[in-house]
């Protein structure tokens, strides 16, 4: 906004400068930004090019070591390890997510508030203890292998805690709802007339799906491919417990030195590069969806 | 952007539930340098004691015991790794009383004048320590810590499943047990192990030496179905692992649950380690420390830990009010021909944690 702007005698509704009042009342969540997240933000960009003493304190010596770090490619195979499994978690999220946010959408008021409620209801409890509950389901004396003997569908225990699949099940599992409550945001807007008018004009289910449905409801599917994505890849406790510790993630080679490593240097240029590239990323896509 | 009210709020208890459930396993960061505005209590005995310990170490009646004689509430905050301890004491976040490292951390500490002096006419009843665990290497004469539990790194078997026999580390990780075991999240020992293996003094952890033992942890990670630290024996427990490399305590309490669980001392070298309560520097209530130190070395308060977790006692009036059984049990008491424990090795830690990370990136 120009300096003169404020000059012009008249402007009306969204483009008023904000008053003093505006500011008071903007003021709590720019301190909160501010303490948690841009104060942060620069310790870690400042720790980034420091190093580390024999006790694993930080020490401020200028150095671009933890950068060149980053790009050795035992760290870049765990990037695109990473982003594999957070890519295929966004995808099934996205495949299970999607009908279940469009039929809660479409559903009546009454059954859609219930049907919320229940996508909702698992975040009463920890997610420390739900991750510990799919372990005693998941392991090898446990619920699932026993059922599944008892009905004699399978002769020996199968393994699947401590294997790549539990990851991924407990993935989908933890961030489900992040992908199906922006998805039902948009489907709940879906204006019925332009589906049947996609009808009237000889359009068949999947033409009308693919051609008014989806491009109507991008917006949600967006938010909710964001939602899922990105905290996918950072995630460090599911596949520290359902995983066994065995398959690293980058969220778990960060967290890594800020603990076992004792370097924290080293941590936060990992942090700031995954920062870096959400960023661009985010603008890359944002971009994109003006042009589209 | 006119965006329903009510899935924004939705949302917003998702995300925050998401955290609070997430905060437990992160460790807080807090700003540096931010020290606590709290000045050192003198002399006095402070109201409260900050205990940063272990898990599954300290009992709940010893604490309990301690505050209805003291009348010092103890907060107990616990923690999963030694290296996870010193990231947040050195952070300076929270005033610690009481900390309890193991003996190469102690040794680092003492190094960088991380540690307390202790007062020993405070500790009347430091005389109870064995005397073979009064000078070591780590802190001769025990002027910063006393030892809590002495344990090993050792073997665990469930030979209903594993009847070949067991000696030592190159049984355990042969190809025949792959996904089938154990083995602590712990970057130092995994390597460590293989170093004994290699005949390796286990605090030589030069470039060359690690090179050396590379393949052989390349080849064992790779075995491995679950690194597990903070209770290794669940997985042995819920039937997903027959074999182990696990602490000393959880494989005698797995011993003492049913007899087909053997623990077996590595032939090739066992692994020593001693966890020691140390106060840090500055503590604010440096004077209770000193009095809970002195309430665990009563024989009977001890006899209480080795109850609940059968690490070896370093107390010897307390190991006199043991049972037979608990005397007699391989894993608590052992039997060793070569002991070996961990020194600090300063900044070779980032090698190898490099290391380790990538074999475990390459095994999948």
């Given at each position: 906004m120009t300096p003169g702007t404020g000059q012009l005698p008249e402007i009306q509704g969204a483009q008023r400068r904000p008053g003093l009042r505006g500011w008071l009342l903007f003021a709590p969540l720019m301190l909160w930004l501010f303490a948690f997240v841009i104060a942060p933000t620069a310790i870690m960009f400042v720790y980034s090019f420091c190093q580390r003493d024999e006790l694993g304190q930080v020490v401020f010596e200028f150095s671009l070591s933890n950068y060149t770090r980053v790009f050795d490619k035992t760290y870049l195979k765990i990037f695109t390890n990473s982003i594999q499994y957070a890519a295929i978690t966004t995808v099934i999220c996205l495949l299970v997510g999607y009908p279940v946010a469009y039929f809660i959408g479409r559903a009546s008021e009454q059954i859609r508030n219930k049907l919320l409620m229940?996508?909702?209801?698992?975040?009463?409890?920890?997610?420390?203890i739900r991750t510990y509950a799919w372990m005693s389901i998941l392991k090898a004396e446990g619920p699932l292998n026993g059922m599944l003997l008892y009905m004699q569908l399978i002769a020996a225990p199968l393994d699947i805690l401590y294997t790549p699949a539990a990851v991924v099940i407990g993935l989908v599992y933890s961030y489900l709802p992040f992908m199906i409550l922006p998805i039902y945001g948009s489907v709940e807007k879906l204006d019925n007339a332009l589906i049947e008018a996609?009808?009237?004009?000889?359009?068949?289910?999947?033409?009308?799906?693919?051609?008014?449905?989806?491009?109507?409801?991008?917006?949600?599917?967006?938010?909710?491919?964001?939602?899922?994505?990105?905290?996918?890849?950072?995630?460090?406790?599911?596949?520290?417990?359902?995983?066994?510790?065995?398959?690293?993630?980058?969220?778990?080679?960060?967290?890594?030195?800020?603990?076992?490593?004792?370097?924290?240097?080293?941590?936060?240029?990992?942090?700031?590069?995954?920062?870096?590239?959400?960023?661009?990323?985010?603008?890359?896509?944002?971009?994109?969806?003006?042009?589209? | 952007m006119k965006r329903i009210g009510g899935l924004i709020y939705l949302l917003a208890i998702a995300i925050v539930?998401?955290?609070?459930?997430?905060?437990?396993?992160e460790p807080a960061a807090p700003a540096p340098g931010a020290g606590s505005a709290k000045a050192p209590a003198a002399a006095a005995v402070g109201k409260e004691l900050n205990l940063f310990a272990w898990s599954e170490y300290i009992p709940e009646d010893v604490i309990t015991g301690f505050t209805k004689e003291t009348g010092v509430k103890v907060n107990y905050e616990t923690y999963a790794s030694n290296e996870e301890m010193l990231s947040k004491l050195l952070a300076g976040g929270t005033k610690y009383d009481l900390i309890q490292p193991s003996e190469y951390v102690i040794e680092a500490l003492v190094k960088q004048n991380k540690l307390e002096a202790l007062d020993?006419?405070?500790?009347?009843?430091?005389?109870?320590?064995?005397?073979?665990?009064?000078?070591?290497?780590?802190?001769?004469?025990?002027?910063?810590?006393?030892?809590?539990?002495?344990?090993?790194?050792?073997?665990?078997?469930?030979?209903?499943?594993?009847?070949?026999?067991?000696?030592?580390?190159?049984?355990?990780?042969?190809?025949?047990?792959?996904?089938?075991?154990?083995?602590?999240?712990?970057?130092?020992?995994?390597?460590?192990?293989?170093?004994?293996?290699?005949?390796?003094?286990?605090?030589?952890?030069?470039?060359?030496?690690?090179?050396?033992?590379?393949?052989?942890?390349?080849?064992?990670?790779?075995?491995?179905?679950?690194f597990d630290s903070d209770s290794p024996k669940t997985a042995m427990m819920n039937g997903d692992v027959d074999i182990g490399v696990v602490w000393s305590g959880e494989g005698a309490i797995l011993a003492n649950t049913d007899k087909k669980y053997a623990f077996v001392i590595p032939e090739e070298g066992a692994r020593q380690y001693i966890d020691n309560l140390a106060i840090?520097?500055?503590?604010?209530?440096?004077?209770?420390?000193?009095?809970?130190?002195?309430?665990?070395?009563?024989?009977?308060?001890?006899?209480?830990?080795?109850?609940?977790?059968?690490?070896?006692?370093?107390?010897?009036?307390?190991?006199?009010?043991?049972?037979?059984?608990?005397?007699?049990?391989?894993?608590?008491?052992?039997?060793?021909?070569?002991?070996?424990?961990?020194?600090?090795?300063?900044?070779?830690?980032?090698?190898?944690?490099?290391?380790?990370?990538?074999?475990?990136?390459?095994?999948?």
């Amino acid at each position: 906004m120009t300096p003169g702007t404020g000059q012009l005698p008249e402007i009306q509704g969204a483009q008023r400068r904000p008053g003093l009042r505006g500011w008071l009342l903007f003021a709590p969540l720019m301190l909160w930004l501010f303490a948690f997240v841009i104060a942060p933000t620069a310790i870690m960009f400042v720790y980034s090019f420091c190093q580390r003493d024999e006790l694993g304190q930080v020490v401020f010596e200028f150095s671009l070591s933890n950068y060149t770090r980053v790009f050795d490619k035992t760290y870049l195979k765990i990037f695109t390890n990473s982003i594999q499994y957070a890519a295929i978690t966004t995808v099934i999220c996205l495949l299970v997510g999607y009908p279940v946010a469009y039929f809660i959408g479409r559903a009546s008021e009454q059954i859609r508030n219930k049907l919320l409620m229940l996508v909702m209801i698992p975040f009463w409890t920890s997610f420390l203890i739900r991750t510990y509950a799919w372990m005693s389901i998941l392991k090898a004396e446990g619920p699932l292998n026993g059922m599944l003997l008892y009905m004699q569908l399978i002769a020996a225990p199968l393994d699947i805690l401590y294997t790549p699949a539990a990851v991924v099940i407990g993935l989908v599992y933890s961030y489900l709802p992040f992908m199906i409550l922006p998805i039902y945001g948009s489907v709940e807007k879906l204006d019925n007339a332009l589906i049947e008018a996609a009808f009237d004009l000889g359009a068949g289910p999947v033409s009308a799906f693919s051609h008014v449905i989806v491009p109507l409801t991008r917006p949600g599917i967006f938010a909710g491919v964001l939602l899922v994505f990105i905290p996918a890849i950072g995630m460090f406790a599911i596949t520290d417990l359902m995983g066994g510790g065995r398959v690293p993630m980058i969220g778990n080679v960060i967290q890594n030195q800020f603990g076992q490593a004792r370097d924290w240097p080293f941590g936060a240029a990992l942090g700031m590069t995954m920062l870096l590239l959400f960023a661009a990323c985010f603008a890359l896509s944002m971009r994109k969806s003006d042009a589209a | 952007m006119k965006r329903i009210g009510g899935l924004i709020y939705l949302l917003a208890i998702a995300i925050v539930a998401f955290l609070v459930g997430c905060k437990k396993d992160e460790p807080a960061a807090p700003a540096p340098g931010a020290g606590s505005a709290k000045a050192p209590a003198a002399a006095a005995v402070g109201k409260e004691l900050n205990l940063f310990a272990w898990s599954e170490y300290i009992p709940e009646d010893v604490i309990t015991g301690f505050t209805k004689e003291t009348g010092v509430k103890v907060n107990y905050e616990t923690y999963a790794s030694n290296e996870e301890m010193l990231s947040k004491l050195l952070a300076g976040g929270t005033k610690y009383d009481l900390i309890q490292p193991s003996e190469y951390v102690i040794e680092a500490l003492v190094k960088q004048n991380k540690l307390e002096a202790l007062d020993h006419a405070k500790l009347t009843n430091l005389k109870n320590i064995v005397a073979d665990l009064r000078d070591m290497p780590h802190d001769p004469g025990l002027k910063y810590s006393v030892p809590w539990m002495v344990g090993f790194v050792g073997i665990v078997v469930n030979t209903d499943k594993v009847k070949d026999p067991v000696k030592g580390f190159k049984d355990v990780f042969q190809d025949k047990y792959k996904g089938r075991i154990v083995a602590l999240n712990d970057n130092r020992e995994i390597v460590a192990w293989a170093m004994m293996t290699h005949g390796i003094d286990v605090n030589q952890m030069t470039p060359e030496n690690l090179e050396k033992v590379k393949p052989t942890v390349e080849k064992w990670i790779k075995l491995v179905k679950v690194f597990d630290s903070d209770s290794p024996k669940t997985a042995m427990m819920n039937g997903d692992v027959d074999i182990g490399v696990v602490w000393s305590g959880e494989g005698a309490i797995l011993a003492n649950t049913d007899k087909k669980y053997a623990f077996v001392i590595p032939e090739e070298g066992a692994r020593q380690y001693i966890d020691n309560l140390a106060i840090p520097k500055g503590a604010p209530n440096a004077e209770g420390a000193h009095l809970f130190i002195n309430y665990i070395l009563r024989p009977e308060v001890s006899k209480l830990v080795s109850d609940k977790f059968p690490y070896t006692n370093p107390n010897s009036e307390a190991r006199k009010l043991l049972t037979p059984e608990q005397l007699k049990n391989p894993a608590s008491y052992p039997e060793i021909k070569s002991k070996q424990t961990f020194r600090d090795i300063g900044k070779a830690a980032s090698d190898l944690d490099k290391m380790v990370t990538d074999l475990k990136a390459a095994a999948n």
